[in-house]
């Protein structure tokens, strides 16, 4: 009898054991599917480290982002990268990946827009600059360099190029350019005082107090500057569903318009 009550006794402990066991596994099971590897360019930092706290405080999911210049992004990914979600700063980099079937279809969507400035440091005796056909670049440089995102592959810099060729100084200054892995290390150099000049984003500029925009780019001196955001090839899922829509969401605008983003 006692023998048939032990016996009782240890599978009713296995029993609670097991349904405990399955508890955890489906929690786990949940938390693994609501986790996301978001790629998005070194401008957005700000913005998506953010969106990302709130996708989590509302429960949706958790993402990991990596921030870095959207050609460094979009080749990890054409390498394999784990990446579920890719913004890119510019249109070229998306397309890229799109034409090599990376971008999952009818999953891209134009998010958002911003401008090119001229960025000094906060002390610099540089005040407002005209920006205009043939303005006096060299001169603003005077021994030191143009610190910009490397005009060959970050998006930034590529706009920075296009806006100078375009007013007609880019070979005045085209030995002179400090050329940064990313917008955000471009921005770095200025604040330090290590570039007495800086061509930035303007969201980049406006989370900064160690420097000042001395001046715009006219939009119409460069292409316009879009920010797709796309899901990865392969990688569709209810998280990513969920990130894409608040993304798109009046709470995400209301980050975006904070940080100087135009929301398309």
Known sequence: MKFAKRLLL???MMMVLTGMGLGLALENGVAAEGEMVVFAAASTTNTITEIGDLFAAKGLGHITASFASSSTLAKQ?????PANIFISANEEWMDYLEEKGMIEKGTRIDLLSNRIVLIVPADSAVKEVLIGPG???PALLGDGRLSMGDPDHVPAGIYGKQALES???WTS???RVARAKDVRAALTLVELGEAPVGLVYATDAAISDKVRVVGTFPETSHPPIVYPVAVVAGKPSPAAERFMALLQSPEARAIFEKYGFSVR
């Open 10 to 12: 240890m599978f009713v």
């Open 77 to 81: 990914i054409e390498n394999g990268a």
């Open 135 to 137: 303005f006096d670049l």
């Open 167 to 169: 007013l007609g100084v």
């Open 173 to 175: 200054v085209e030995s």
